[in-house]
């Protein structure tokens, strides 16, 4: 006859990685009663850590190790636990573009976008860093994203493009960026061409203007894309010139206002 603790495990396995809400939620269902959550810690989490069956990753969020496998050996999925450290918040930069397939390399950080009032500290597990990206709205432009037995909320597609341009430390750094976002398919131009005139930083616009010309020369993702646009964002360039990256001189272009670093843009011929 199967247990409790047996029957809460087997319920929670598929899901690999849970947070406390996750365990109550399933011990209702099995218990077939609303019991106290610390009763629910000493009489099942409690014990089914000690059986090896989870184990924790910070406080009150735990990976659920199958049979097959040990705590010390168990594989690691970054953006299962990167979904379940907090309600309201999505993944984005660089994670984002793990997630959509495009990135260049794979990171041993994830980012989770959320506002201030959610912060939580960076922690480390096994060999990946979570760290939080503090954003004002962590609705907009989100979409979610069925991932194994859970959901799990992404930055769309133009959203993720324009932040990796405005916060370009969270996407690995320019020369990774651009890699990356070279190989992001299915891009909604007139929706990138909204956000990015909604953007009320100019400097952003031009850059997110530069680097889609760039990439409409390298890219078969973005070959199609319509001069008119790159026009409508061009429009915006204008003012005194800025740096694509501060204190770093170079060539100016003229059409998009930037000064471009020497070797910019021989350096990403290899794309």
């Given at each position: 006859m199967v247990t409790k603790t047996e029957a809460l495990y087997n319920a929670l396995l598929p899901m690999k990685i849970?947070?406390?809400?996750?365990?109550?939620?399933?011990?209702?269902?099995?218990?077939?009663?609303?019991?106290?959550?610390?009763?629910?810690y000493r009489k099942y989490v409690d014990r089914l850590v000690?059986?090896?069956?989870?184990?924790?990753?910070?406080?009150?969020l735990y990976a659920v190790i199958s049979p097959l496998e040990t705590p010390k050996k168990h594989e690691v999925d970054k953006l299962?636990?990167?979904?379940?450290?907090?309600?309201?918040?999505?993944?984005?930069?660089?994670t984002a573009l793990e997630y959509y397939g495009c990135a260049n390399s794979l990171l041993n950080e994830a980012y989770i976008c959320v506002q201030p009032k959610n912060r939580f500290a960076p922690f480390q597990y096994k060999r990946f860093t979570f760290k939080p990206v503090f954003?004002?709205?962590?609705?907009?432009?989100?979409?979610?994203?069925?991932?194994?037995?859970?959901?799990?909320?992404?930055?769309?597609?133009?959203?993720?493009?324009?932040?990796?341009?405005?916060?370009?430390?969270?996407?690995?750094?320019w020369?990774?960026?651009i890699k990356s976002l070279e190989g992001l398919s299915g891009v909604n131009f007139e929706k990138l061409l909204d956000l990015t005139l909604k953007q009320k930083n100019k400097n952003l616009k031009r850059r997110v203007g530069y680097v889609l010309e760039l990439l409409k020369k390298t890219s078969?993702?973005?070959?199609?894309?319509?001069?008119?646009?790159?026009n409508k964002i061009a429009e915006q360039a204008k003012g005194p010139p800025q740096y694509l990256m501060r204190g770093l001189k170079g060539p100016l272009n003229k059409k998009w206002n930037l000064y471009i670093p020497e070797d910019f843009e021989e350096k990403l011929r290899g794309i």
């Open positions: 849970v947070n406390f809400d996750d365990i109550v939620k399933k011990a209702y269902e099995i218990i077939g009663a609303n019991e106290d959550r610390r009763y629910i000690k059986m090896g069956k989870l184990q924790p990753i910070r406080k009150e299962l636990i990167a979904s379940k450290i907090r309600q309201n918040y999505y993944l984005g930069f660089h954003v004002k709205d962590v609705t907009s432009d989100i979409v979610e994203k069925p991932y194994y037995q859970t959901t799990i909320k992404i930055s769309c597609k133009e959203r993720t493009f324009i932040e990796c341009i405005a916060r370009i430390q969270y996407a690995g750094g020369e990774e960026c078969p993702f973005y070959e199609h894309l319509n001069e008119t646009l790159l």
